[in-house]
């Protein structure tokens, strides 16, 4: 059932699928007996395609798993009118098509048997062994007798779970939706639409995730046609009233100047789909004549892929933002192949896709074309992959199955587990991260270092209290992009917990069911009682003896002196802060005071630019001084009481002291202190820093007054 691309000048735009007929089959299926030596003719069709594909596969297995499914389903109906056997024989032949190995197209046979017959699954695994039992264990449901509303999502779950263990669960399940949409055509309008959110919401993403675009692109335009009827007609009439298709001229010319390079390559016509053809109207407003398909160039190795790439863009005029490569840098999905657009003859612009052979059936069948990845032949590449973290990064088991593999644990309410399901979904782009161990971490697009955190350390990240980036502090809140190297910090003590505000950074399902159900054990992290603690509470500030940042400095005060050239009062600017020995200048403001800057305040640098006349001034003879630090920190529980004990060490005294609130687990306090020695402040300021949780100490740089 791959997407079939046509030749150029071939005048249809849609995609032709051999569809059998099922009447037909149906009939057949109901004959007597079939000699032992012969294959029933029912399964003539999968039997076709599955050799064209596996030419020396043993089809005794099919044969048998055919005549149980017959016998079992024999005298059902489908409510579309067909003998019941017609549907297991249709998803059977999706997959054959595909690529699929036998034991999947037994399982696909078999799959509806336990579900609706009397087989039992013992009975499956008895005659076909314990590898067909657990794909067809996978994908039965579970019984709405027993489960109630919670059947449809457990089911779900139930598959996702043996899916974790072996990804032909899923490639089946996908099967199975296909054929029954394009049989929804009888059943009630209000339970197509239902059928077609959860297809559209689970299903196809899923399809996306494991790379099968031939089974997303069709099931995305039957979930189109159900849910918007009027854009899929008015599409449709679209595709259906095109003129002549501009790309068959640029085709023979890209196909004449391969020939030229001597690069062996089939180039062909490859028609959008109608969703896309949508989205692309949607996008630029109007339908250009090359907007109805794309260039698809198969060649016979990677390195090909660069050399068409290099004669196209020398030979046409490349739209260098179309560009991409994914054979470099393959999708998460398993897609591989180069991206690019050129400009033809006439200035139509044509969308070119280049990939290998092998590349384009990967491509549309994702991991059913990959066979059975579980088989020997396969089992050294399988280990080769598997990285030190333990999670396999072969296909059988993509980093994204992992992680919601691990998360639906904690989800163990239906409701959780189905909104969570389909909000994960929805995120159709991952980055991948590195660990300052040389590890990586696989996360969706837009994902935070909370994300990261509870990545690497699952509860264990409720301790951390922030996050270097690429070497580089970093709040939680941070958006991490692809190739980052992300290093969560983690509290010492164990008294520390995520913030409600985490949950506003929060991407993952396995962040946001971990820090709320921390948050629900600990309601006291909700009422933002005072403390200095990491669970978005603010410390208690002391009563401020002085909320001028740095204040007025006058002879005599005890603070340290400025003199200035002229008469009148002299006062420090708050500022820059300046003590002893800064390089000081001094302008004059309103009321005839003299404010002193350090020579390289922006303030003091502007006032010069606009032709404002310095004052000269110098130090005093005071040792003493008053200066405004700031210091930047995680926050934790005694952080406050640490920070003054190491002011008081060094023989300063706090003369004001403002604690702001916590944000994303970064907390700044600012104290004014009075200094006995202006030659202590270096000393102070390391002491500072030395705090634990205290990552840096500046000296306060407040925006200037109106002068």
């Given at each position: 059932?791959?997407a079939?691309a046509?030749?150029?000048?071939?005048?249809?735009?849609?995609r032709?699928?051999?569809r059998?007929?099922?009447?037909?089959?149906?009939?057949v299926?109901?004959?007597?007996?079939?000699?032992?030596?012969?294959?029933?003719?029912?399964?003539?069709?999968?039997?076709?395609?599955?050799r064209?594909r596996?030419?020396?596969?043993?089809?005794?297995?099919l044969?048998?798993a055919y005549v149980l499914a017959e016998s079992?389903?024999?005298?059902?109906?489908?409510?579309?009118?067909?003998?019941?056997i017609?549907?297991?024989?249709?998803?059977?032949?999706?997959l054959?098509?595909?690529?699929?190995?036998t034991?999947?197209?037994?399982?696909?046979?078999?799959?509806?048997?336990?579900?609706d017959?009397d087989?039992t699954?013992?009975?499956?695994?008895?005659?076909?062994?314990?590898?067909v039992?657990?794909?067809?264990?996978?994908?039965?449901?579970?019984?709405?007798v027993?489960y109630?509303?919670?059947?449809?999502?457990?089911?779900?779950?139930?598959m996702l779970?043996?899916?974790?263990?072996?990804?032909?669960?899923?490639?089946?399940k996908?099967?199975?939706?296909?054929?029954?949409?394009?049989?929804?055509?009888?059943?009630?309008?209000?339970k197509?639409?239902?059928?077609?959110?959860?297809t559209?919401?689970?299903?196809?993403?899923?399809?996306?995730?494991?790379?099968v675009q031939?089974?997303k692109t069709?099931?995305?335009d039957?979930?189109f046609a159900?849910?918007?009827?009027?854009?899929y007609?008015?599409?449709?009439?679209?595709?259906?009233?095109?003129?002549p298709?501009?790309?068959?001229g640029i085709?023979?010319?890209?196909?004449?100047?391969?020939?030229?390079a001597g690069i062996?390559?089939?180039?062909l016509?490859?028609?959008?789909?109608?969703?896309s053809?949508h989205r692309?109207r949607?996008?630029?407003?109007?339908l250009?004549?090359?907007?109805?398909g794309?260039?698809?160039v198969?060649?016979?190795?990677d390195?090909?892929?660069y050399?068409?790439?290099g004669?196209l863009h020398?030979?046409?005029t490349?739209v260098?933002s179309?560009?991409?490569?994914?054979?470099?840098?393959p999708k998460?999905n398993?897609y591989q192949?180069?991206?690019?657009?050129?400009?033809?003859?006439e200035?139509?612009?044509?969308e070119?896709?280049?990939?290998?052979?092998?590349?384009?059936?990967?491509?549309?069948?994702?991991?059913?074309a990959l066979?059975?990845?579980?088989a020997?032949?396969?089992?050294?590449a399988a280990?080769?992959?598997?990285?030190a973290?333990?999670?396999?990064?072969?296909?059988?088991?993509?980093?994204?199955l992992?992680?919601?593999?691990q998360?639906?644990?904690?989800?163990?309410?239906?409701d959780?587990?189905?909104t969570t399901l389909?909000a994960?979904?929805?995120e159709?782009?991952?980055?991948t991260?590195f660990?300052?161990?040389?590890?990586?971490?696989g996360?969706?697009?837009?994902a935070?270092?909370?994300?990261?955190?509870?990545?690497?350390y699952?509860d264990g990240?409720?301790d951390?209290i922030?996050?270097r980036?690429?070497?580089?502090?970093?709040?939680?809140?941070?958006?991490l992009?692809?190739?980052?190297?992300?290093?969560p910090?983690?509290?010492e003590?164990a008294?520390?917990?995520?913030?409600p505000a985490?949950?506003d950074?929060a991407?993952?399902?396995?962040?946001r069911?971990?820090?709320?159900?921390w948050?629900?054990?600990?309601?006291?992290?909700?009422q933002g009682?005072?403390?200095?603690g990491p669970?978005?509470?603010?410390p208690?500030?002391q009563?401020?003896a002085?909320?001028?940042?740095g204040?007025?400095?006058?002879?005599?005060?005890?603070?340290?002196?400025?003199?200035a050239?002229?008469?009148?009062?002299?006062r420090l600017a708050?500022?820059c802060?300046?003590v002893?020995?800064?390089?000081i200048?001094?302008f004059?403001?309103?009321g005839?005071v003299?404010?002193?800057?350090r020579?390289e305040?922006?303030?003091?640098v502007r006032?010069?630019?606009?032709?404002?006349?310095?004052?000269?001034?110098s130090?005093g003879e005071a040792?003493?001084?008053?200066?405004?630090?700031?210091?930047e920190?995680?926050?934790?529980?005694?952080?406050l009481?640490?920070?003054?004990?190491?002011?008081?060490?060094?023989?300063?005294a706090?003369?004001?002291?403002?604690?702001?609130?916590?944000?994303?687990?970064?907390?700044r306090?600012?104290?004014?202190?009075?200094?006995?020695d202006a030659?202590?402040?270096?000393?102070?300021?390391?002491?500072?820093?030395?705090?634990?949780?205290?990552y840096?100490?500046?000296?306060?740089?407040h925006?200037?007054?109106a002068l």
């Amino acid at each position: 059932m791959s997407a079939e691309a046509a030749k150029p000048g071939v005048p249809t735009r849609r995609r032709g699928r051999p569809r059998i007929d099922l009447r037909r089959l149906g009939r057949v299926a109901l004959l007597g007996a079939v000699p032992r030596d012969r294959l029933p003719a029912a399964i003539g069709h999968v039997v076709e395609a599955h050799r064209a594909r596996h030419p020396d596969a043993d089809l005794s297995l099919l044969h048998r798993a055919y005549v149980l499914a017959e016998s079992s389903h024999r005298g059902q109906m489908r409510k579309s009118g067909e003998p019941y056997i017609t549907h297991p024989l249709a998803v059977t032949l999706i997959l054959a098509e595909l690529g699929a190995e036998t034991t999947t197209l037994t399982a696909s046979l078999l799959h509806d048997t336990v579900e609706d017959t009397d087989v039992t699954l013992d009975q499956v695994r008895e005659q076909f062994g314990e590898e067909v039992g657990y794909l067809v264990d996978g994908v039965t449901k579970l019984e709405k007798v027993d489960y109630g509303a919670a059947a449809e999502p457990e089911t779900f779950r139930k598959m996702l779970v043996a899916t974790g263990d072996d990804v032909r669960v899923m490639s089946i399940k996908l099967a199975d939706r296909l054929h029954n949409m394009r049989t929804l055509g009888v059943m009630r309008p209000e339970k197509q639409a239902r059928i077609a959110k959860v297809t559209r919401d689970v299903l196809i993403p899923l399809a996306e995730r494991l790379g099968v675009q031939a089974l997303k692109t069709e099931l995305e335009d039957l979930v189109f046609a159900i849910l918007h009827p009027e854009e899929y007609e008015r599409t449709r009439a679209l595709i259906a009233a095109a003129g002549p298709d501009p790309l068959a001229g640029i085709a023979e010319n890209v196909a004449a100047v391969l020939r030229e390079a001597g690069i062996p390559a089939d180039v062909l016509i490859r028609p959008r789909h109608h969703l896309s053809v949508h989205r692309v109207r949607i996008k630029r407003g109007e339908l250009r004549g090359t907007d109805f398909g794309r260039l698809l160039v198969l060649v016979g190795e990677d390195a090909d892929c660069y050399a068409v790439l290099g004669e196209l863009h020398t030979c046409f005029t490349p739209v260098i933002s179309e560009f991409k490569d994914f054979v470099a840098a393959p999708k998460f999905n398993l897609y591989q192949s180069l991206h690019t657009a050129v400009v033809g003859p006439e200035g139509a612009v044509a969308e070119v896709l280049i990939r290998t052979h092998r590349m384009h059936r990967v491509a549309e069948a994702g991991v059913i074309a990959l066979g059975n990845p579980y088989a020997a032949d396969h089992g050294s590449a399988a280990q080769a992959a598997e990285p030190a973290d333990g999670e396999r990064a072969d296909p059988t088991r993509p980093g994204w199955l992992s992680r919601l593999l691990q998360w639906q644990q904690s989800a163990p309410d239906p409701d959780t587990f189905w909104t969570t399901l389909r909000a994960d979904l929805a995120e159709d782009r991952e980055i991948t991260v590195f660990r300052t161990d040389g590890g990586t971490l696989g996360l969706p697009a837009g994902a935070s270092c909370v994300d990261a955190a509870y990545a690497q350390y699952g509860d264990g990240a409720h301790d951390c209290i922030g996050a270097r980036v690429n070497g580089r502090l970093a709040t939680l809140g941070t958006v991490l992009n692809d190739g980052d190297t992300v290093q969560p910090l983690l509290a010492e003590d164990a008294g520390s917990g995520p913030s409600p505000a985490w949950l506003d950074h929060a991407r993952t399902p396995a962040a946001r069911i971990s820090i709320t159900g921390w948050l629900d054990a600990h309601p006291e992290a909700l009422q933002g009682p005072h403390g200095s603690g990491p669970a978005g509470t603010r410390p208690e500030p002391q009563p401020q003896a002085d909320t001028a940042a740095g204040g007025d400095h006058r002879p005599g005060s005890g603070a340290t002196s400025a003199v200035a050239d002229r008469p009148g009062a002299v006062r420090l600017a708050g500022c820059c802060t300046p003590v002893p020995p800064d390089d000081i200048t001094g302008f004059l403001v309103r009321g005839g005071v003299v404010t002193v800057h350090r020579r390289e305040c922006p303030a003091a640098v502007r006032m010069r630019s606009t032709g404002r006349a310095p004052v000269g001034v110098s130090w005093g003879e005071a040792a003493g001084c008053r200066v405004t630090l700031t210091a930047e920190s995680f926050g934790r529980p005694g952080l406050l009481a640490d920070l003054t004990e190491a002011i008081a060490t060094a023989g300063a005294a706090v003369v004001s002291a403002t604690v702001e609130p916590p944000s994303e687990q970064r907390v700044r306090h600012t104290y004014t202190l009075q200094l006995p020695d202006a030659a202590g402040l270096p000393a102070l300021m390391r002491a500072m820093r030395d705090v634990p949780g205290v990552y840096d100490v500046n000296r306060a740089r407040h925006p200037a007054a109106a002068l």
